[in-house]
């Protein structure tokens, strides 16, 4: 339906737009840090609150309403006003971290984790639809290497800060620390940002948004279930797998009788879209992979500090803020970008590659170096999801486009999670990490799950470089996108 008010504004100068994108990402970094921050402190939560045969839903309620939230959250902002939606999000968020602090139970604290990642589910996406309103995808390449520093600091600082709340303050602080740093994200982006309203005639896609949900939430549990409660075949997972099936087939149809569909199916008619979506869902499956993985292998065969657990991941996480630059600069500069997927899918395989062949022998050097590699290929392809999305719609699905490229990644990273689950766990086949004799084989088997993790990474990335290729390297918009026509007046009467 066309905008009766014109979704553009005046874009502001670069520092303008630097110094309001700081409230943005102060949001984004929010829930970057929550999860690890979270799960640091999480021993500590359930010595106090007991209930630990329920300590993997406070993961799992996050994770859900997150995934299940993200492309509701982006089509909110495309229907309504961007700001207020993000405002929202934010304000939903710090009210989950209020009362997950002030839990008195295993249950409450599931409850208010599930409010908490509602709200996580719009900064991310709101953050990306933003800087798509605000900067179009020529320009974005100069903002881009802020989003790379955040993720970064998430990265990093979530397990160094979760380790001191948890050594220092009750594991109360790891929800309360949310709220002064979301008080400041929301108070900036209410001062600084400007974004027009978008006054609409809105119909909601109830049913598209319920089986959405249905598919979302049937997939991340089976992803999460499969191999640690339930067997892969097991009547649980199977049949959580056929409501996923079921459900994503009724949003297909509702999809395509909506008047506003929640994600609108025409954008996957854009080659380039789609493979922006496959994208997203390899270095989701990537991440995981090497936030999980690696400090484990580290710790456990390397011998390193678990107290550092942030810092060792710091041989993938510089690479990944200099490429983001590299990448930034050549694409406003030259408005080229379809070398970058190509050579960051190559970086991603052999990174991998050189992870499946790590044993109990293998040296931190060749560890960090190989590491690197994954970081480069990372920081060669992760901030284009957005842009090659972004770019492949008009402005009026770019919350959608943004919520719909965000949800490939948490799929791909939940999917990840799972599979790799259980090749780490055949793995061990029930060695446990005991001193004497029995010791070496532990740490050969810890060695050996974690090569087979990064073989399996391996042939994803490898089916990516062979899927890059097919990118069309379509001119980015170096002007604010055209908007919609306004609807003509009616005839006036003589």
Not at 58 to 71: F, G, K
Not at 269 to 297: D, E, H, I, K, W
Not at 411 to 439: E, H, K, N
């Amino acid at each position: 339906m066309a905008d009766t008010a014109v979704p553009l504004a005046p874009a502001p100068a670069g520092r303008s737009i630097r110094m309001i994108l700081l409230g943005v990402m102060l949001a984004m970094l929010l829930g970057m840090l929550d999860n690890a921050i979270v799960g640091t402190a999480m021993p500590t939560i359930v010595g106090d609150l007991g209930g630990l045969d329920h300590m993997a839903w406070v993961v799992t309620a996050y994770t859900l309403l997150t995934a299940i939230s993200t492309p509701v959250w982006g089509k909110l902002g495309d229907l309504f006003s961007r700001k207020p939606v993000f405002l929202t999000a934010i304000a939903v968020f710090m009210a989950g971290s209020l009362l997950s602090g002030a839990a008195w139970s295993m249950p409450a604290l599931i409850g208010f984790r599930a409010l908490q990642g509602l709200g996580a589910g719009g900064l991310m996406v709101g953050a990306f639809s933003i800087i798509g309103a605000l900067v179009p995808p020529r320009e974005r390449g100069r903002y881009q290497g802020m989003t790379a520093v955040v993720m970064a600091i998430g990265t990093i600082g979530g397990p160094l800060l979760g380790g001191v709340i948890s050594d220092s303050l009750s594991w109360r602080w790891a929800f309360y620390i949310n709220i002064p740093l979301g008080l400041l994200a929301f108070a900036w982006c209410a001062a600084l940002l400007h974004l027009p309203a978008t006054r609409r005639n809105v119909t909601i896609d109830y049913a598209g948004i319920a089986s959405l949900a249905v598919a979302i939430g049937a997939l991340v549990l089976a992803a999460t279930w499969a191999g640690v409660q339930y067997a892969w075949v097991s009547a649980p997972i199977l049949g959580l797998a056929a409501l996923a099936a079921a459900a994503l087939a009724v949003f297909v149809a509702a999809e395509r009788r909506a008047a506003d569909p929640v994600i609108p199916l025409h954008m996957f008619r854009s080659g380039n879209f789609t493979l922006a979506c496959v994208l997203s869902l390899v270095t989701g499956v990537v991440m995981f992979a090497a936030v999980l993985y690696l400090p484990l292998f580290q710790q456990s065969v390397q011998g390193a500090s678990a107290s550092s657990s942030g810092l060792l991941l710091l041989p993938m996480m510089i690479p990944i803020l200099v490429m983001a630059q590299v990448v930034g600069r050549v694409m406003s500069g030259t408005g080229r970008y379809k070398i970058f997927p190509v050579l960051g899918g190559l970086a991603l395989t052999a990174g991998a590659a050189w992870l499946a062949t790590v044993d109990a022998g293998t040296g931190r050097i060749a560890t960090a170096a190989a590491m690197a590699l994954l970081g480069a290929g990372l920081g060669l392809t992760m901030q284009l999801t957005a842009v090659i999305g972004q770019n492949s719609v008009q402005m009026a699905d770019i919350g959608a486009a943004s919520g719909t490229v965000t949800l490939f990644r948490t799929i791909g990273g939940s999917v990840g999670v799972a599979v790799f689950g259980a090749l780490f766990t055949r793995a061990l086949d029930g060695r446990t990490p005991a001193t004497g004799p029995a010791y070496p084989a532990y740490l050969d088997a810890v060695a050996h799950g974690t090569g087979q993790i990064f073989l399996a990474v391996a042939a994803v990335t490898a089916a990516w470089f062979a899927l890059s290729w097919l990118i069309t390297e379509v001119p980015l918009r170096s002007g604010p996108p055209k908007p919609a026509p306004a609807p003509p007046e009616p005839a006036k009467t003589p």
